[in-house]
């Protein structure tokens, strides 16, 4: 008989709902929610004045990636950072080099997860950054057969797709029935600002912002939202970093497309007065989108209770500070930032310990919605009888002070260095194995595997 585990006494958090429960746990599932004191098994974990959450599922995730400089979290520490701050499964990036079909992207993938020991569970969307015949659009068909229902493109930034191509993966997303992820930025206004920056010698990173102003990530959303409604496949529209590009989004919501958004902390909490410190401070925070006038703060809060987004992710892409030190112009910094373990924190004491939202609303951004919207629920996402036992012990009386070196990823700094917070991860179970316990890394071997997911569901959270 598989080994029982209870969560004893804990507040129950789920998005529909809150209960004081046991939760017992058999093997890898949840099987029971019991009255306090009434669950059984062959150990316990005392819950008691706790919450207990659903592992949350981070939608957006760079291991091992070159954006500009290879990101220094692999699977391995990243999903020890990840577990760390509740997160018990990451959706990752498998970013296409341009002379690889998809398949042969997603193998390569493969390969780098085997070689790994990841602590929680992994996903994959299949970033496409170059089509290069019918035959790779085909092989994009083929992508849900494997477990991989997501496919991400940029209309900026990295290896933009021109706009026939762009359009065709659209189509070929719709014909398999899978959810496109859009980088959403206007790349070729973008591109003119950028031009005209460098030309007048204006290479300091004031110029990030300034270069990809609130107006082109506005654009780049109503243009994704009507093509890809257009073409018949859903959006998923990355990292809204602003209140144009949040309203972007809920109009088109409202009009009945099939579109979700997420957001990010770093847009809900930095401001872009962190580009005016001294250079070597101010390159921490060189993330695209850039951080936005403090105006948009709200508003994305406000999003996020109203349901116009749906999700928090954390576009984890971390480098070590030295890696962003030293080039020509802003355009050469590797663009991104740590986030996969201070999300969740984060989020609950911004959001829930401000008065934004609920503590069932933060569950729905951080587990639920994105266990809908990419083919886990409920085997994720939630803790019900049937589920897996992906379960966190969160104490919300535990005060924290975030710092680097407190934190698990390798980046050697955090662009939330000394904020203080309230409630912090104690306890975390992936399908019923414990990888965190009292706050500290504990799985040994680390339980994580690739998760296959289904297709996304026909009305978008």
């Known amino acids: 008989m598989a080994k029982r585990t209870v969560v004893r ?26 009255e306090p004191g009434r669950g059984t098994g062959d150990r316990e974990i005392d819950a008691s004045g706790c919450l207990v959450l659903p592992g949350a599922i981070d939608p957006h995730v760079h291991f091992e990636t070159d954006i500009g400089t290879v990101t220094v979290d692999g699977f391995t ?11 018990t499964t990451s959706l990752h990036f498998a970013f296409q080099s341009t002379d690889e079909s998809p398949l042969e992207c997603l193998d390569r993938w493969h390969g780098r997860l085997r070689d790994a020991s990841p602590a929680g569970d992994v996903g994959f969307h299949l970033l496409v950054t170059a089509i290069r015949s019918a035959a790779d659009l085909d092989e ?35 014909d398999c029935g899978a959810l496109l992820m859009v980088h959403c930025e206007d790349g070729e206004a973008i591109d003119v600002l950028i031009e005209e920056a460098l030309a007048a010698g ?71 007065s962190v580009y005016e410190q001294a250079p070597e401070e ?37 480098f070590m500070h030295a890696d962003k030190l030293g080039h020509a112009d802003f355009t050469q910094v590797p663009q991104g930032a740590a986030g996969i373990e201070t999300r969740l924190p984060l989020t ?10 609920s503590r069932r609303r933060m569950v729905d951004t951080l587990a639920e919605a994105p266990a809908r919207l990419f083919g886990l629920y409920p085997r994720k996402g939630v803790v019900q009888p049937g589920s897996d036992a992906d379960v966190v012990v969160f104490d919300p009386e535990a005060r924290t002070t975030l710092t680097a070196g407190r934190l698990h990823s390798r980046s050697d700094y ?12 104690r306890d975390v179970l992936v399908r019923g194995r414990s990888v965190v316990t009292g ?23």
């Open 9 to 34: 006494g804990g507040l129950v958090v789920n998005a529909g709902g809150e209960q004081t429960a046991d939760v017992v746990i058999e093997g890898e599932r949840v099987v029971e929610l019991v």
């Open 77 to 87: 520490s990243g999903t020890a950072s990840a577990a760390c701050g509740g997160t």
């Open 140 to 174: 994009l068909r083929e992508l849900p057969a494997r477990g991989v229902t997501t496919i991400k493109v940029f209309m900026a930034s990295f290896p933009m797709l021109d706009g026939p191509t762009l359009f065709r993966v659209m189509r070929a997303t719709a």
């Open 202 to 272: 204006r290479t300091d990173v004031r110029w990030h912002p300034r270069t990809r102003p609130p107006e082109t990530e506005a654009s780049a959303i109503a243009r994704a939202a009507q093509l890809t409604h257009l073409a018949g496949c859903p959006l998923y529209v990355v990292h809204v970093s602003s209140a144009v590009g949040a309203a972007e989004v809920a109009h088109a919501r409202r009009a009945g497309m099939a579109v979700a958004g997420e957001t990010c902390p770093q847009y809900l909490l930095a401001d872009d």
């Open 282 to 318: 101010a390159l921490k925070y060189l993330f695209t989108p850039p951080a936005r006038h403090r105006s948009n703060q709200e508003p994305l809060w406000q999003a996020l209770a109203s349901g116009a987004l749906s999700t928090v992710g954390s576009d984890h892409a971390p």
């Open 348 to 357: 609950y004491h911004h959001g829930v310990v401000a008065g934004r939202f």
């Open 414 to 425: 955090t662009i939330f260095e000394g904020m203080e917070i309230e409630g912090a991860v």
């Open 439 to 461: 706050g500290e890394l504990v799985a040994d071997p680390p339980p994580g595997r690739f998760l296959e997911r289904d297709r996304p569901p026909a009305v978008l959270p």
